[in-house]
């Protein structure tokens, strides 16, 4: 399976990536292709709401930077990850941006491989997800009819611990 990462944290070596990279190590295992793409570290624009990908774009965006990559990896993804830091109670903001902007390429209908999805999320407290789980609901697992391969949380001291890593490493592996 040919799986895609979006990982929204600006830590290079921080507690979402060593969840990522647990969950990459499981899932190439078991012989998928993963892509991570640290959203951070690119040039990513908002979504100018000028609505060119639904008119003379033809899904195309009219705004040319780093998410050419991610649209282009999107085409073949059969699993998008979510993943990332919970900043006031969602996502990063370098990560909405990108979530923004995928929707050239999800409206009106979703990638035609893309069936699957999943989130990692990183917090200091157990009780800060809800923003973040009411996206992914609502706009991967809702609107695009993806199919919920689960959420997965670590805060405080689960965050980069042996058992959290193990969690995320078998998940990988769990895929085929």
Known sequence: MNILVLNG????????KMMID????????????VDVIDVCRRKIGGCLA???CHTKGNGACIQKDDMQEIYDLLKGAEML??????????????LKCVIDRLYSAAY???????????M????????????????????????????????F???????GSDKK?????SFGASLI
């Not at 969950?23 to 078991?30: I, L, M, N, Q, T």
């Not at 990850?81 to 370098?94: D, F, K, L, R, T």
């Not at 949380?153 to 965050?159: D, K, P």
């Open 9 to 16: 944290s600006p830590r290079p070596r921080g507690n979402t």
């Open 22 to 33: 647990a969950f990459k190590e499981g899932a190439v295992s078991s012989g998928n292709k």
């Open 50 to 52: 000028c609505e060119y």
């Open 81 to 94: 990850v979510i993943a990332s830091p919970i900043y006031y109670h969602g996502i990063s903001g370098q």
């Open 108 to 118: 009106p209908q979703k990638p035609n491989k893309l069936k699957k999805a999943a």
């Open 120 to 151: 990692i999320l990183s917090s200091g407290d157990a009780d800060m997800y809800d923003g973040a789980l009411f996206s992914f609901e609502g706009d991967f697992l809702g609107y695009l009819g993806l199919e919920n391969m689960g959420v």
């Open 153 to 159: 949380t670590a805060y405080g001291m689960e965050n």
């Open 165 to 169: 890593k193990e969690e995320l490493k």
